[in-house]
T-cell receptor, first 114, second 114 residues
Framework: KAGVTQTPRYLIKTRGQQVTLSCSPISGHRSVSWYQQTPGQGLQFLFEYFSETQRNKGNFPGRFSGRQFSNSRSEMNVSTLELGDSALYLC?????????????FGDGTRLSIL | GESVGLHLPTLSVQEGDNSIINCAYSNSASDYFIWYKQESGKGPQFIIDIRSNMDKRQGQRVTVLLNKTVKHLSLQIAATQPGDSAVYFCAENPYNNAGNMLTFGGGTRLMVKP
């Protein structure tokens, strides 16, 4: 069974631009979560989607948004990029909406802001 | 590869020895805990999980211990191998029935000397 697939793997943008990152969950998984990983802040929760609905949101500004499609694939968007948005963005999927589900991560999209 | 923290605590062990990685968690109401392994350039890989109604759980070469009294988790790796070299994260779901959002610890780097 294929794992979580994130595209693209690397991305370079400039300040003020916007970016869309894509995530395909493990087949059959319906919950998708996004995390930001930086050397200074570690791994931080961005948001979680289930059945095309955002269920939880972390403490990030409104420039960060996401959505989930009917096939459980998800995208996240960051608008008006800032230098501090440079990070590894990780997507994780889990089987269902239950609270105690192991999340399985993709290898991330490395976003660099110039 | 990914630098997940400029000043990560590091545990250095000899190949074949047992490793113990410790983690203090923050929320006494957390019900679910996971250990992840992250190798350079990859996303976190699920190792083992434990619910708060247990104090010990064993997997293949790994054991997780949970001490709710002092809010402490540990991961024990038996017969550590060079392939175990990675950064290890503990994570908790602090919101139990509110979905799959995880709060991660800062990570510990495990270095295995051949």
């Amino acid at each position: 069974k294929a794992g979580v697939t994130q595209t693209p793997r690397y991305l370079i943008k400039t300040r003020g631009q916007q970016v869309t990152l894509s995530c395909s969950p493990i087949s059959g998984h319906r919950s998708v979560s996004w995390y930001q990983q930086t050397p200074g802040q570690g791994l931080q929760f961005l948001f979680e989607y289930f059945s095309e609905t955002q269920r939880n949101k972390g403490n990030f500004p409104g420039r960060f948004s996401g959505r989930q499609f009917s096939n459980s694939r998800s995208e996240m968007n960051v608008s008006t990029l800032e230098l501090g948005d440079s990070a590894l963005y990780l997507c994780a999927s889990s089987l269902s909406a239950g609270p105690n589900q192991p999340q399985h991560f993709g290898d991330g999209t490395r976003l660099s802001i110039l | 590869g990914e630098s997940v923290g400029l000043h990560l605590p590091t545990l250095s062990v000899q190949e074949g020895d047992n490793s113990i990685i410790n983690c203090a968690y923050s929320n006494s109401a957390s019900d679910y805990f996971i250990w992840y392994k992250q190798e350079s350039g990859k996303g976190p890989q699920f190792i083992i999980d434990i619910r708060s109604n247990m104090d010990k759980r064993q997997g293949q070469r790994v054991t997780v211990l949970l001490n709710k009294t002092v809010k402490h988790l540990s991961l024990q790796i038996a017969a550590t191998q060079p392939g175990d070299s990675a950064v290890y994260f503990c994570a908790e779901n602090p919101y139990n029935n509110a979905g799959n959002m995880l709060t991660f610890g800062g990570g510990t780097r495990l270095m295995v000397k051949p």
